[in-house]
């Protein structure tokens, strides 16, 4: 008989939904609460040439060149702001949003990035994280509308097409582990940032995992980790073929600063046994 050990973290797809998440019109600076399981808090704040903002703005609204008009948010919301600077060139409107725990990856869409009127608008995207600054990706969705400088770098910068007045759609993915995303606009007219989507860390920091297998072929698993701020329990796992597994029992975590677990198995058939914990 042997055992094969190995370790499954459970993590949950979540995001940014504009169209749920509350924010009062106008705002310069919203606490989002915290959103999904594990909990994630989600901030923002609003800097740079202010002044030119309509009190209208930024305000909810439908994520063009999707469907819908208005303020008819259903699918598509996006956060829309329309700044008017009076130095195009050297002013920018500034969005930082912070996210506790850090989240990976990251993806959302830019909106109406153009060159209409004679000024080319632009958007510039970085991140950082507990490591430092993350890569940032981005890919356009007509590549004819908008322009892309330093994608896969850590400072990525969408621009739009001269005389382009078509609200172009530009996605962005970073795949590093995010605590801030800044987006610094410059140009005129208005921007628009879509929904968020992201899968939420459990900061768990494992140092070791051991099995032994006892008298009667009883199989003792032991396990030790640290910092256990977001993980609710462990469930254990045992496979015969190191595919198909099922769950054979849990325990809940300790949250602490060190912990020590034991399962132990008292059946575990003839033959090869696999396990694995799944952290949740």
Aim: aromatic content about 10%; glycine content about 10%.
């Amino acid at each position: 008989t042997a055992i094969l050990l190995c370790i499954f973290i459970q993590s949950s797809a979540q995001g940014l939904n504009w169209n749920t998440v509350p924010y009062t019109t106008g705002s310069l600076n919203a606490n989002f609460g915290t959103i999904g399981s594990p909990a994630v808090s989600v901030s923002m704040s609003i800097t740079g040439y202010t002044a030119g903002l309509p009190s209208s703005s930024p305000a909810k609204r439908i994520a063009t060149p999707q469907a819908g008009t208005g303020t008819t948010c259903t699918s598509f919301c996006a956060l829309r702001s329309a700044p008017t600077f009076s130095n195009p060139s050297t002013q920018s409107l500034i969005l930082t949003f912070t996210f506790s725990p850090a989240i990976t990856p990251l993806s959302f869409s830019l909106y109406d990035i153009d060159g209409a009127g004679g000024v080319i608008d632009s958007a510039r995207v970085t991140a950082s994280g507990p490591s430092g600054a993350q890569i940032v990706t981005m890919t356009n969705v007509n590549p004819a509308t908008s322009n892309i400088f330093g994608s896969g770098t850590t400072t990525a910068t969408v621009k739009g097409g001269t005389g382009n007045n078509t609200d172009a759609q530009t996605n962005v993915s970073i795949s590093g582990v995010v605590s801030t995303l800044v987006l610094r606009f410059m140009g005129q007219g208005s921007f628009s940032i879509g929904n968020m989507f992201w899968i939420s860390l459990l900061p768990v920091k494992w140092v070791s995992f051991s099995g032994s297998i006892e008298v009667n072929d009883v199989v003792k698993l032991n396990w030790k980790t640290e910092s256990e701020e977001n993980a609710d329990h462990y469930e254990i796992e045992r496979s015969k073929d190191g595919q198909h597994f099922t769950e054979i029992g849990w325990l809940a975590a300790h949250r602490g600063s060190s912990n020590t677990y034991l399962f132990t198995d008292t059946n575990p058939g003839d033959g090869n046994s696999y396990y694995r914990i799944k952290q949740v």
